[in-house]
């Protein structure tokens, strides 16, 4: 499996009129090829039967750098799974180069999807996540929170995970005052979904921080505890 037979196997449903759809609705200047998403699911399951792992790594770096938007999508998808074996080290190396060239919502959301994983199967990770949070770049400080969405999720977590759970609260009290519409809706996400497991937390968060938030984000983060 090459480039070439990847994006040809792409290209067998592009749609010009799509295309066009999606590029005034992404508003990032790259081309689209106006495929649907069940496609590149489809076509990244069969190319994944057929490639090693370091096949698998080297096709999703050239999807990527095609800069394609779905191609894009396609390289994350060919890197998300609970376990990469041999070593996902390489994977989530890989994902990380990736984090700077985030510049739309939909991308960058499929990105960090897969840089999840790699982050539940080795939390010590989250030190260099930790990093990405004073960066200037708006979609790093972003992926920081949607990649670590997994530790909003467990009803009955460890002391080890309430820890890093904590961590990344830290991390979100940090941007409550941060103007940027994308950075105010990613901690309202990141603690709707945790007010679902632990709805204590998350009124604990807002009565610290609450007012600090833009009024859309704060209805949002606590559009589910009633």
Same mark, same amino acid.
């Given at each position: 499996? !090459? ?15 799509? *295309? ?19 496609? /590149? ?5 069969? %190319? ?20 394609? +938007?779905?191609?894009? /999508? ?14 996902? *080290? @390489? ?19 499929? #990105?960090? /999807? ?9 939390? !010590? ?9 004073? *960066?200037? +770049? ?9 990649? !670590?969405?997994?530790? !909003? ?17 830290? %991390? ?10 994308? /950075?105010?809706? #990613? ?7 945790? *007010? ?11 009565? @610290? +921080? ?6 859309? @984000? ?9």
């Amino acid at each position: 499996m !090459t480039l070439d037979d990847a994006l040809a196997d792409l290209k067998r449903t592009a749609d010009a009129t799509k *295309s066009a759809e999606m590029a005034r609705y992404h508003k990032a200047e790259r081309p689209y090829l106006g495929v649907a998403n069940p496609v /590149i699911d489809e076509c990244t399951r069969n %190319w994944r039967k057929t490639l090693d792992l370091d096949s698998r790594l080297r096709l999703a770096a050239d999807l990527w750098d095609t800069n394609i +938007h779905e191609a894009r /999508i396609a390289a994350a998808k060919l890197l998300t799974q609970a376990r990469i074996r041999p070593n996902d *080290s @390489a994977a989530w190396e890989l994902i990380q180069n990736w984090v700077p060239d985030f510049d739309a919502w939909a991308i960058a959301d499929h #990105a960090s /999807i897969a840089g999840q994983k790699r982050l539940v199967w080795d939390p !010590t990770r989250l030190d260099a996540v930790e990093l990405w949070t004073g *960066s200037d +770049h708006m979609w790093t400080r972003r992926a920081a929170l949607v990649m !670590t969405l997994p530790w !909003t999720k467990n009803r009955d977590p460890k002391p080890d995970e309430i820890g890093q759970r904590e961590r990344i609260l830290g %991390w979100a009290a940090a941007y409550v005052s941060d103007p940027d519409w994308f /950075i105010q809706k #990613a901690v309202a996400w990141w603690l709707r979904d945790l *007010s679902k497991r632990d709805p204590n937390r998350t009124r604990a968060f807002i009565d @610290a +921080h609450g007012d600090q938030m833009k009024p859309f @984000a704060r209805k949002e983060a606590t559009r589910l505890l009633g």
